[in-house]
């Protein structure tokens, strides 16, 4: 296989999980940045910042793996391209999730500005 193709449906791979993850959570995740964030447009830049990194993480850590991959199989390479790519989709909605979190009331305490 040619390892243009390769790279290119590499980094289609990694663009199209990332969208579907974007497709699932960015209804939710706008009704909770308008919840708590200040205005519509801190909400607005907020919504916009996460969609970046859970694009480009994904995109980042396949282009990382495929300069040490070298298997002769193209299978090979498209599966460590997936596991890159869940990686990265997998430290994006950590580090999101771990932020939010912070804002979250639970019984007795107050919200925290961080």
Known sequence: ????????????????????????LSRPLVNVLRLMCPDEQAAAFWLSYTRVMLTITPLLFVLIVSIF????????DMRLAFIATLAGL???????GRRLNHFIVKDGQKARAS
Do not use: H, K, Q, T
Not at 69 to 76: A, E, T
Not at 90 to 96: M, T, Y
């Open 69 to 76: 991959s070298r298997f002769d199989d193209p299978l090979g």
């Open 90 to 96: 997998l430290l994006g909605l950590w580090s999101i």
């Open 1 to 24: 296989m040619n390892a243009y193709f390769l790279l290119f449906a590499e980094l289609a791979a990694s663009a199209g999980l990332s969208l579907a993850v974007l497709w699932a």
